[in-house]
């Protein structure tokens, strides 16, 4: 069985940092990682995504404030966020890829307050 634990949201006022993490388990050969985030109303939007080679991509929203990584023996993926914006507000979600398909994390609260 896949699972996706995702850790480190939580309360920040405008300008702190947070590192989001989400372990997987029950999967090797993971392809693609990516973190998603999703407001009251709208869709998930894509924010970040690395592959296995340690290729990223950064949302321009988010560009030069968030860093993605991953740890491959770990089978874990990180969000660095820095510099953060009340309108980084979310529930983020990391999602990963493999031969196997799609899974998703729980999702985690990130409040930025002004």
């Known amino acids: 069985q896949v699972q996706l634990v995702e850790s480190g949201g939580g309360l920040v006022q405008a300008g702190e940092s947070l590192r989001l993490s989400c372990a997987a388990s029950?999967?090797?050969?993971?392809?693609?990682m990516r973190w998603f985030r999703q407001t009251p109303g709208n869709e998930r939007v894509l924010v970040a995504t690395?592959?296995?080679?340690?290729?990223?991509g950064i949302a321009e929203s988010v560009k030069g404030r968030f860093t993605i990584s991953r740890d491959n023996a770990k089978n874990t993926v990180y969000l660095q966020m820095n510099s953060l914006k009340p309108e980084d507000t979310a529930v983020y979600y990391c999602?990963?890829?493999?031969?196997?398909?799609?899974?998703w994390g729980q999702g985690t609260q990130v409040t930025v307050s002004s």
């Open positions: 999602n990963i890829m493999s031969a196997r398909g799609s899974f």
């Open positions: 029950g999967i090797s050969s993971i392809n693609l």
């Open positions: 690395i592959s296995s080679g340690g290729t990223t």
